[in-house]
C-alpha cells in the first residue's frame, strides 16, 4: 500500500475521496516540526506540500523511496525541481486551480486602494462624517500593468477588461505574434518592461522568483510609477523590495500597495517592523490564491495527480 505524507493544510474531503486505499498521513502542523516530518517521510511513496515545507537537501535525502511531490499550488521555488528530477522524483503543481482566485484578489485590492473609502467604520459610527477626505478613485479607465503573462495575468486581465480597464503586460517569452496579446474580450498593450512601469496606474506581479526577478521592483522602478500608482504583489516575495515599497507609500509617492508575499515567510514582527505605521496598505499572509472553492479544487487536482502516478505507472 503506497504511503502518502501531507505535511501542510488541505482539504479533507478530498483526501477522503482520492487517496481512499493509501497508507495516508494527513498532519498539515508537520511543516513546522522538521524531525518529524522527516520520520514520517521513511518509506513514503509521495508528499504533498503547499508553499512553507521546502522540497530539497536534508528532506529529501530523509525521503528515499519518494516517488511523486504534488504541490498544492503553482509555484515550485520551495522545491528543488532539479534534484527531484535526478532522482525520479515526478513534480506536480496544481497548474490552473487557483487562477480565479489570485485573478479575484488583484481586482478586489486594486479596487479597495483606489477607492480608499473602506477604512472609515470606527469615524463614520463617531458621527465624523469624514466626506470629504474619502473622495477616492474608480477603477474606470484605469490602466492596469501585469508585469507577466501566464494564466493567471491572463485571468486579472479578462476581470479588469470587465471593469472597463486597460490593460498592458510585459513578457518576454511570449512572442508578439502569441494569440495570448488577442484575447476574445479586447487586444491587449504589449509593452517592455520600462514603459509598462512608467504607464500603469495599477502594476500587478505575475512572475517567479528567480535570479532574474529578484529585487526587480526596487526603489528605482518604484520611483518610475505614476504618482498615486498601486503596486500589487501577488507573486512570490523578494520580487518586491519591500523596505522600497513602504517609503514610498510613507512619501505619497505611491497611492497603494497590497502584498500578498514576502521575501521571509511566514513574515515574522522583526520583518514586518518595516510596515509599522505605513498608509494605504494591505498586507496578506500568501492567500491571494487559498479561496474555500480554490481549496477544493487544489486539493482535488492534487491528489488526483499523485494517485494517477503511484497507480498507473
Known sequence: MPKVVISEFMDEAAIAAELQG???LYDPGLVDRPDALAAALKGADALIVRNRTQVRGALLEAAPD?????????GLDNID?????????AVYPATGANDGAVAEYV?????LLLRGAYGATAEVAAGTWPR?????????????GLVGFGAIARETAR???????????HDPFLGADDPAWTPPYGGIARRDLDALIAESDVLSL???????????IGAEAIARMPKGAVLINAARGGVVDEAAVAAALRSGHLGGAALDVFDREPLDAAAGAVFAGVPNLVLTPHIAGVTQESN???????????RRHLTER
Open 81 to 89: 525541481v532539479a534534484a527531484c528530477k535526478d532522482r525520479g522524483i
Open 296 to 306: 477544493v479544487r487544489v486539493s482535488a487536482v492534487t491528489a488526483r495527480a499523485v
Open 159 to 169: 476581470r479588469a477588461a470587465a471593469l472597463d480597464m486597460m490593460v498592458s503586460a
Open 206 to 216: 505575475h512572475v517567479p522568483l528567480t535570479e532574474g526577478t529578484r529585487g526587480l
Open 132 to 144: 470629504n477626505a474619502l473622495m477616492g478613485r474608480e477603477i474606470a479607465g484605469k490602466r492596469l
Open 22 to 24: 493509501f497508507d495516508t
Open 66 to 74: 519518494l516517488k511523486v511531490v504534488g504541490r498544492l499550488g503553482v
Open 107 to 111: 481586482i478586489g485590492t486594486a479596487m
